[in-house]
């Protein structure tokens, strides 16, 4: 089992910055993959960003150039740095994380809201 515990969320104005943690714990030797998901009210969760072992990062072009994902394997951490914020990035972000037995793990999910 791995437990992941967000932190970081909160409200910020459109422009603005935010950066999310991750910290992993329990059976973290078997995690191969981490990230991030997104699921605002009324739509389905969606992909923000996830980083292999390796550090090879993975972006959707809604995100891409303004997020930035890394991985701290020595704290079992990852980290989300959100740029250039906008009312459309409103949503729960989710802490994703899978073996390499692909079972996928979730954190209890932080509340983003960008408004002003």
């Known amino acids: 089992q791995v437990q992941l515990v967000e932190s970081g969320g909160g409200l910020v104005q459109p422009g603005g910055s935010l950066r999310l943690s991750c910290a992993a714990s329990g059976s973290i030797f078997s995690i191969t993959v981490m990230g991030w998901y997104r699921q605002a009210p009324g739509k389905q969760r969606e992909l923000v960003a996830v980083?292999?072992?390796?550090?090879?990062?993975t972006y959707p072009d809604s995100v891409q150039g303004r997020f930035t994902i890394s991985r701290a394997n020595a704290e079992n951490t990852v980290y989300l740095r959100m740029n250039s914020l906008e009312p459309e990035d409103t949503a729960v972000y989710y802490c994703?994380?899978?073996?390499?037995?692909?079972?996928?793990?979730w954190g209890q999910g932080t509340q983003v809201t960008v408004s002003s």
């Open positions: 980083i292999n072992r390796g550090g090879t990062p």
């Open positions: 994703y994380a899978a073996n390499k037995w692909a079972e996928a793990y």
